[in-house]
């Protein structure tokens, strides 16, 4: 089993719309969790962090159920500018500065 | 202030030949890690290089190693290339000591290495 599972998609949705990523992750030990936005030929860029208690961007939502061992991603009113590949992150152990991330999901929003 | 900057862009090899790619980490940060990104895939942990030691490695051979600077700056070395090694490879850097706030990577736009 992979440490960090994400649909693939393509998920392609038109603007305006509500869109819903799901991540699963294996260490029931993970510390930290991420939401990184990946463009076409482009490095990796931090989105958001997702906290217990869940948390909140303007039109970006975290959650995270440590139970389920389950991260995701709602991406409200959606924007063509939205369109990339949004990566699922998860860090094992406190204290080391080793992520591991999922395949991503991508997004296409259509006009 | 100058973000990570990672060099050459584009490298082309055959297989067989070694290969070395650089990375300045952004200013103020002292801890540069290595991923693979093959194409479809997330970023894969290769190492992690702090006060110029190896201090954490992923699942890669021997074939893969680094070495880190006083300068903080850091070389990707990888030899006897294969063809699966091609890939994009991202060169991350952060502060060591803010790892408690989370790992709050800034990534360098990534070297594109194609083994022919």
């Known amino acids: 089993r992979k440490e960090v599972e994400q649909d693939p998609g393509p998920f392609n949705v038109p603007e305006g719309a509500t869109v819903a990523f799901n991540c699963t992750y294996s260490?029931?030990?993970?510390?930290?969790f991420f939401w990184y936005r990946q463009d076409c030929r482009k490095e990796p860029k931090l989105l958001m962090s997702?906290?217990?208690s869940g948390n909140e961007d303007g039109r970006f939502t975290a959650q995270l159920n440590r139970a389920s061992q389950y991260i995701s991603l709602l991406i409200r009113d959606s924007k063509l500018s939205d369109s990339a590949t949004y990566l699922c992150?998860?860090?094992?152990?406190?204290?080391?500065?080793?992520?591991?991330f999922g395949t991503g999901t991508r997004l296409t929003v259509i006009p | 202030d100058a973000g990570v900057t990672q060099s050459p862009t584009h490298l082309i090899k055959t297989r067989g030949q070694q290969v070395t790619l650089r990375c300045s980490p952004k200013s103020g940060h002292d801890t540069v890690s290595w991923y693979q990104q093959a194409l479809g895939q997330g970023p894969q942990f290769i190492f992690q290089y702090y006060e110029e030691e190896e201090r954490q490695r992923g699942n890669f051979p021997d074939r893969f190693s680094g070495h880190q600077f006083p300068n903080y700056s850091s070389e990707l070395n990888v030899n006897a290339l294969l063809l699966g090694d091609s890939a994009l490879y991202l060169c991350?850097?952060?502060?060591?000591?803010?790892?408690?706030?989370?790992?709050?990577?800034?990534f360098g736009s990534g070297t594109q290495l194609s083994v022919l």
């Open positions: 997702v906290y217990s």
């Open positions: 991350a850097s952060s502060n060591r000591d803010r790892v408690s706030e989370g790992e709050k990577l800034f």
């Open positions: 992150v998860v860090n094992f152990k406190t204290g080391a500065n080793n992520l591991f």
């Open positions: 260490n029931s030990a993970s510390q930290s």
